[in-house]
C-alpha cells in the first residue's frame, strides 16, 4: 500500500515537473491572413503564470500592436508578406524566456475583419466588432462561438449586426476563445484569452466593485504612488471599510497646489499607454488657462481604462475615471475600447418626449461624430470640446466633495471616503448648499429624470405628457438642462461646464423639447428650446454660485456671469437640426459644415454618470 502510493506520489512529481518545463507558445487562428484584416498572436501558458511580458516586432512592414505587454496583440496588416515577432516574458521560477512566432500575409484584399482581439480577466465586459467593406450588408452578419465554454452574446440594439457583447466565464486557467463572423462566402476569426481571476466577494455589502475591472497600471512607473494608484482607486479588491487614505493616496492639492502636467501624469492609471500619452497631450495642448490642471488638485487620481462607460468621479477613491473613447485618434486605437452602449440607453423610452442637447459654436457642432464602422483618424480638435465639456463636468464633483477650503483641514490619518462623509456630516457639500440658497423646484421634472436617467419605471400619467406639457413645466424653472433635475450633485457639475465652455470658448449649448421619434427616419420637432440658458437672469444666480466654490481662480466671475447672453429662442416646429442655424455671425465668423455632411450625427440622451457616495 506505502508502495503504491509512493509511486502515485512520483508520477504526480513528475508529471508536475513535466508541465512546468513545457514551454509557452504563441498561437494564431483562423487561416490565410488578408491584407487589412486583423491578426492577433495569444501566449498561451496555461501550467504557469508568466509575468513582464514585452512584445517586439523582429520583422515585416512595421505594424501597430498598442498592448505589448499583454499576453495579446493585435494588429492590421497593410501590406503581403513575411511578419515576425518576439514575446519576451518571466516565468514564475525567476527565469526568462524568449519566443518567436511568424504569420505570413496573402495579397489578396479582406473583405471582412473581426476585431479586436485581446486578453480579459474572467468576469471582464469584452466586445467584438466586425469591418466590413460596401460590398458587404451588416445585416447578413453572423457570428458564432468556435472555441472555449459557451458564451452568451448580449442583445443590443446595434447598428446592423457588426458587434456582439459579453461577459467573460470563469475559468480555471487561462482558455483560448475563437470567434467567427461570416458574411456569405466571407468569413474572418477573432481570439481572447481568458485569464483565471481572484473571486470577487459579492456577498459584502462593503465590496466597492461588485462587476469586475479591466487590469490597470501606473501611466509613469517611477511615479512615487506607483505601488498603490491602481489598488487604492480601481481595483476589485477595494472595500468601503478598508479606502486608502490621504497618507497613502493624498490629493494632488496635498503635494502642490500648483500642480504641472508631470505632477498629474504621476497620478494617472491606464488600462493601455497610448490612453495616457493622449491625456497628456491634452494637458500640454489644450489647457491655456490651467483650468483643469487647477480642477485635478481635489483628485487623488485620473483613471482612464478600456472598460470605463460612462465616465464618473467617485468620492470612494478621490479619482475621476475617464471613457477611452474621448481619447482616440486612430482607428487602432479605438479597437481597444469596449464599445458595448451606455445601459442607460433605453431609459425612458415609453415617455413621449425628449429633450435633445449639444454644445454648438457659430452654428455648428464642436465635436465630431465618427460611426464605428469608419476606419479612419481623427484630429484632437475632433474630440476637444467633447472631452473639454466632459472634464469641466466631471472635475466639478470632485470639487464638490473637496473643496479648495477643505485641503488644509483633511485629516490624513483619514480614509477617503470616510474624510468625505465627515465633510457632509460637518456642513454638508456645496451642491447641498446650492439646494439651500437657489432650489430647484420642479416636481414634475424631478421626477421624469428619475425615469430618464435612473430607470426609473413611469407612470400612466408621465407617459401621457406631451411636448407642450413639459415645455410648461421646464421653461419657467432655473435650470438650463434637463439632467439638472438628476440629482443635487449633477444640478451643481451642470450649472458649472456650460459657463466655463461658454467663457473659454464662446461654447453654447442648446436644450429642446421635442417628439420623441419611434424610428430613425423620423425627425425631433421642436415644441421649445434655446440656446445658451445659463444667461437667464433667474438662472445667473445659481451659476455664479457654483463658479465661485469650484474654481476660484476664475477671475471677474461676477461681471462675466452679468455679461452673458440672453438665450436665444429655437423656432418652434422646425427640426432639431433646422434650429442649428438661430444664432446672428459676423461677417468674419465662418461656418464649417464639412463635419456635417459627412459625419452621421447622433443625439446622446446620456454623457455623464452619477456613482453615489454609500451610505453608512
Known amino acids: ?16 515537473c513535466k508541465s512546468n518545463n513545457e514551454p509557452a507558445t504563441i498561437v494564431t487562428v483562423g487561416n490565410n491572413v488578408k491584407i487589412a484584416q486583423a491578426v492577433e498572436l495569444l501566449i498561451l501558458s496555461p501550467d504557469y503564470k508568466i509575468t513582464d511580458i514585452l512584445w517586439t516586432q523582429t520583422a515585416g512592414q512595421p505594424v501597430v500592436f498598442l498592448a505589448h505587454t499583454s499576453k495579446v496583440i493585435a494588429f492590421t496588416p497593410d501590406m503581403a508578406g513575411t511578419y515576425r515577432f518576439n514575446a519576451s516574458f518571466s516565468r514564475e521560477d525567476g527565469s526568462k524566456e524568449n519566443i518567436e512566432h511568424s504569420i505570413t500575409v496573402s495579397s489578396e484584399q479582406s473583405y471582412i475583419s473581426a476585431r479586436l482581439g485581446h486578453a480579459v480577466l474572467e468576469g471582464n465586459k469584452v466586445s467584438l466588432r466586425a469591418s466590413i467593406t460596401q460590398d458587404l450588408s451588416s445585416s447578413s452578419l453572423v457570428w458564432q462561438q468556435v472555441t472555449g465554454p459557451k458564451v452568451n452574446f448580449t442583445e443590443v440594439n446595434t447598428d ?15 482558455t483560448l476563445f475563437e470567434f467567427s463572423v461570416t458574411s456569405g462566402s466571407h468569413t474572418d476569426s477573432v481570439g481572447i484569452i481568458v485569464e483565471n481571476a481572484e473571486l470577487i466577494n459579492t456577498d459584502s455589502n ?4 461588485t462587476e469586475r475591472l479591466a487590469r490597470v497600471f501606473p501611466f509613469v512607473e517611477s511615479s512615487p504612488y506607483a505601488d498603490v494608484l491602481a489598488d487604492c482607486v480601481y481595483s476589485n479588491k477595494i472595500n468601503f471599510n478598508r479606502t486608502c487614505t490621504f497618507n497613502t493616496l493624498p490629493l494632488i492639492a496635498h503635494d502642490t497646489t500648483t500642480p504641472t502636467v508631470d505632477d498629474i501624469m504621476d497620478r494617472v492609471v491606464v488600462s493601455h499607454h497610448w490612453m495616457g500619452e493622449r491625456f497628456r497631450e491634452f494637458l500640454e495642448n489644450f489647457d491655456p488657462n490651467d483650468d483643469f490642471k487647477n480642477l485635478l488638485r481635489a483628485n487623488t487620481a485620473i483613471v482612464i481604462s478600456y472598460d470605463i462607460r460612462p465616465s464618473y468621479y467617485w468620492v470612494v477613491s478621490g479619482a475621476i475615471h475617464l471613457d477611452a473613447n474621448y481619447f482616440w485618434l486612430t482607428p487602432d486605437e479605438r479597437d481597444t475600447i469596449n464599445q458595448a452602449p451606455d445601459y442607460r440607453a433605453s431609459f425612458g423610452s415609453d415617455l413621449n418626449f425628449a429633450m435633445p442637447w449639444r454644445y454648438v459654436k457659430n452654428n455648428d457642432y464642436t465635436t465630431t461624430y465618427i460611426s464605428e464602422n469608419l476606419r479612419t483618424n481623427r484630429a484632437p480638435e475632433d474630440v476637444l470640446y467633447g472631452l473639454t465639456y466632459l472634464m469641466y463636468h466631471e472635475l466639478a464633483h470632485a470639487n464638490d466633495f ?27 457639500y456645496k451642491s447641498d448648499q446650492l439646494k439651500n440658497t437657489h432650489p430647484l423646484l420642479g416636481d414634475e421634472m424631478y421626477a421624469l429624470a428619475q425615469v430618464r436617467f435612473h430607470g426609473m419605471a413611469a407612470t400612466s400619467a408621465q407617459k401621457a405628457y406631451q411636448p407642450s406639457d413639459v415645455s410648461t413645466f421646464f421653461s419657467a424653472e432655473k435650470a438650463p438642462q434637463f439632467y439638472n433635475y438628476s440629482s443635487l450633485r449633477e444640478d451643481y457639475a451642470m450649472l458649472f461646464d456650460a459657463f466655463m465652455m461658454k467663457i473659454r470658448f464662446d461654447i453654447s449649448r442648446d436644450v429642446a423639447i421635442t417628439n420623441s421619434p419611434r424610428s430613425v427616419d423620423e425627425n425631433y420637432i421642436v415644441t421649445w428650446g434655446q440656446r445658451g440658458r445659463i444667461g437667464d437672469e433667474f438662472i445667473k444666480p445659481r451659476v455664479l454660485y457654483a463658479v465661485s466654490n469650484i474654481l476660484p481662480e476664475v477671475k471677474g466671475v461676477e461681471s462675466l456671469i452679468n455679461n452673458l447672453p440672453s438665450p436665444i429662442m429655437m423656432n418652434i416646429g422646425e427640426t432639431w437640426s433646422e434650429n442649428l442655424n438661430i444664432s446672428t455671425l459676423t461677417q468674419k465668423q465662418t461656418i464649417n459644415k464639412t463635419s456635417n455632411q459627412v459625419k452621421k450625427r447622433r443625439f446622446i440622451q446620456h454623457d455623464f454618470y452619477e456613482k453615489p457616495i454609500p451610505i453608512k
Open 160 to 174: 446592423g449586426n457588426y458587434a456582439v457583447f459579453f461577459d467573460a466565464p470563469e475559468v480555471n486557467q487561462d
Open 1 to 16: 500500500m506505502k508502495e503504491s502510493l509512493l509511486i502515485l506520489i512520483l508520477v504526480s512529481i513528475l508529471s508536475a
Open 206 to 209: 462593503d465590496t466597492a466593485y
Open 402 to 428: 473637496f473643496p479648495s477650503t477643505s485641503w488644509s483641514n483633511l485629516n490624513r490619518d483619514q480614509t477617503i471616503l470616510s474624510a468625505a462623509q465627515q465633510i457632509s456630516n460637518d456642513t454638508g
